[in-house]
Every structure is written in structure tokens, then in C-alpha cells.
């Protein structure tokens, strides 16, 4: 009796071809910088850890580098989510050489709740389309729960708000909640020269593992509310750009100082502002 050999890893088409085939340029409106080189795209994969038994999702896949990356993880399913049919055509063809583990997603996954999409223990690993970024990071950090991890790349400058300190300029509302949420690293830098086409910036990756205990939606909601206004006015001291919550009278039984400015709270400092507002019978100008 001979023994079952693993079956080999399949030959995949170069990227080049891929593309070429596709008609697959980059669209600025999509925000779609490539990432091709198959080194790099192992290396984010690999930042997520041991994927196995996982189920990961990928948003903006493009002509596949990362996807393909991914796929040769331990990892049980990748599911890519797209919106240009191009890059649903990329990754159909793909999923052929992967039967039963690539699901290919066509739609806006600013429209699409992604943890519906696959079963837990399930992980976010993308390289985001630069005009989406942010509003798909705080919808993720808002069902934070669904997830075991968050390994995404963003433009360096959104890159080092999420991780920022307080009293830096770059600290600021997408800060606090993703601090708030997870524990955050700056896990990797990009030069411009990594992409077709480069853009204009560089890029960074940034690992966001959550926090054990995670706020309830309604305090969540306080908390957006909180900081929407508090870096809203940034320049103002808090007792006016807090105003419609309570102002002064908030900050003195939260027991921080009125003229203090939004930027030298800590997190924890907004937890407890966050945690008054969202308290029942608190009133406030904008309920």
C-alpha cells in the first residue's frame, strides 16, 4: 500500500499576465493601488500568525496578491470582497485553483456587514482601498466582537492616527476608538515604489487585536458622539466643544478641567465621558 502524497500547491498564472489579461489598470476612484510583489504580500500575511482552522476576509483583492498569499496559509477559507468587476473576474478565476476555500463576494463592502459573510474564528487581513479606509475600520471596530483580529494597511497618515498618543497631532477620534477597542501596532511601512501605480504617500500596516472586554453598542454610540464633537472643534477647550452634551457640567462629574482641549485626554479619559453620556436620563442637546 503506497502512501498519500500532499497534494502540490497549484501553479498559479504570473500576476503580470493576470492583469494584462484582465485589462486590469488601477482606478483612482476605487482608490486601488496594487501591492505585486509576492514577498511582501506573504510577509502582511504572515503578520496575522498561525491561521489555521481561521476563516479570513479581504476586501479590495484587485489582481489577487494578497488573496493568493493568503490562500497559502493554514488559513480554512479566505473570502474576498469586491466591488470592481475586474477584480471579480481576477478572483473567480483564482478560486478555481483553490476549490471549496476561495468565496469571492461581488458589492460594496461599506454596504455589506462582514461577519455574516463566514463563520468564526474569522479575521480582516486587506490592503483597503485608500478612499474606503476609515469608514470601513469603524464599522469593523463598531462589531469589534466578531472578530479575532484586524491586519490592515492604510495610508501611513491614517496609519499612524489609529496608533497616535495623546498630545501628537495626529491623535484624534479614530484614535480613541481604535485604542479604545484593540490593542494596536504599526506593524510595517510601504514605500510608494511597492505599488502600481505608486501613490503619492507611503503606506503602513497596522495589527489590531481586540481587547478581552469590549463596550456595548449603546456606549459605543456615546463614545462616537463624544469624540465626534470633542475633535469636532479641536482648537476649543472641551467645556465648548462639549457643549451640546452637557459641557462644563459633564467634564466637572467626569473630573477633568473644562478649558483642557480634546487632544490631551487620554483614552481612558473619554471612556468616562463616554460612559456619563451614554448613562439613562442624562439629557442632552442632541437627544
Known amino acids: 500500500m503506497t502512501e498519500t502524497q500532499p497534494s502540490a500547491a497549484p501553479v498559479l498564472p504570473p500576476l503580470k499576465d493576470v492583469i494584462s489579461r484582465h485589462s486590469f489598470r488601477a482606478k483612482h476612484a476605487l482608490g486601488q493601488h496594487f501591492l505585486l510583489d509576492l514577498n511582501l504580500t506573504a510577509r502582511i500575511a504572515s503578520m496575522a500568525g498561525d491561521l489555521t482552522g481561521r476563516h479570513v476576509i479581504e476586501v479590495g483583492p ?21 466591488i470592481d468587476p475586474r477584480g471579480v473576474a481576477v478572483a473567480e478565476e483564482l478560486a478555481e485553483f483553490y476549490p471549496g476555500r476561495l468565496k469571492v463576494v461581488s458589492g460594496d463592502a461599506l ?12 479575521q480582516v487581513i486587506a490592503n483597503l482601498p485608500y478612499n474606503v479606509g476609515t469608514p ?57 515604489e511597492a505599488f502600481t501605480p505608486p501613490p503619492k504617500v507611503w503606506s503602513a500596516v497596522v495589527r489590531m487585536i481586540p481587547h478581552e472586554v469590549q463596550p456595548e ?54 471612556d468616562t465621558l463616554a460612559r456619563l453620556v451614554a448613562e439613562p436620563g442624562i439629557a442632552t442637546d442632541q437627544d
Open 217 to 270: 453598542p449603546a456606549l459605543f454610540a456615546a463614545m462616537e458622539k463624544v469624540t465626534q464633537h470633542a475633535f469636532g472643534q479641536r482648537r476649543k477647550m472641551l467645556r465648548a466643544s462639549l457643549k451640546p452634551l452637557g459641557g462644563e457640567a459633564l467634564l466637572r462629574r467626569a473630573g477633568i478641567e473644562p478649558t483642557r482641549r480634546a487632544e490631551t485626554l487620554s483614552v481612558a479619559e473619554f
Open 136 to 192: 470601513l475600520l469603524i464599522g469593523w471596530l463598531r462589531d469589534i466582537r466578531a472578530y479575532e483580529q484586524l491586519v490592515l494597511m492604510f495610508q501611513e497618515e491614517v496609519a499612524q492616527r489609529i496608533a497616535a498618543a495623546p498630545d501628537t497631532d495626529a491623535y484624534g477620534r479614530l484614535s480613541i476608538l481604535a485604542q479604545w477597542t484593540c490593542r494596536t501596532v504599526l506593524a510595517m511601512r510601504l514605500p510608494p
Open 111 to 122: 454596504k455589506l456587514r462582514a461577519a455574516d459573510l463566514t463563520p468564526a474564528p474569522r
Open 62 to 82: 484587485g489582481p489577487g496578491g494578497l488573496t493568493r498569499a493568503l490562500l497559502e496559509t493554514p488559513a480554512e477559507t479566505v473570502t474576498a470582497i469586491e
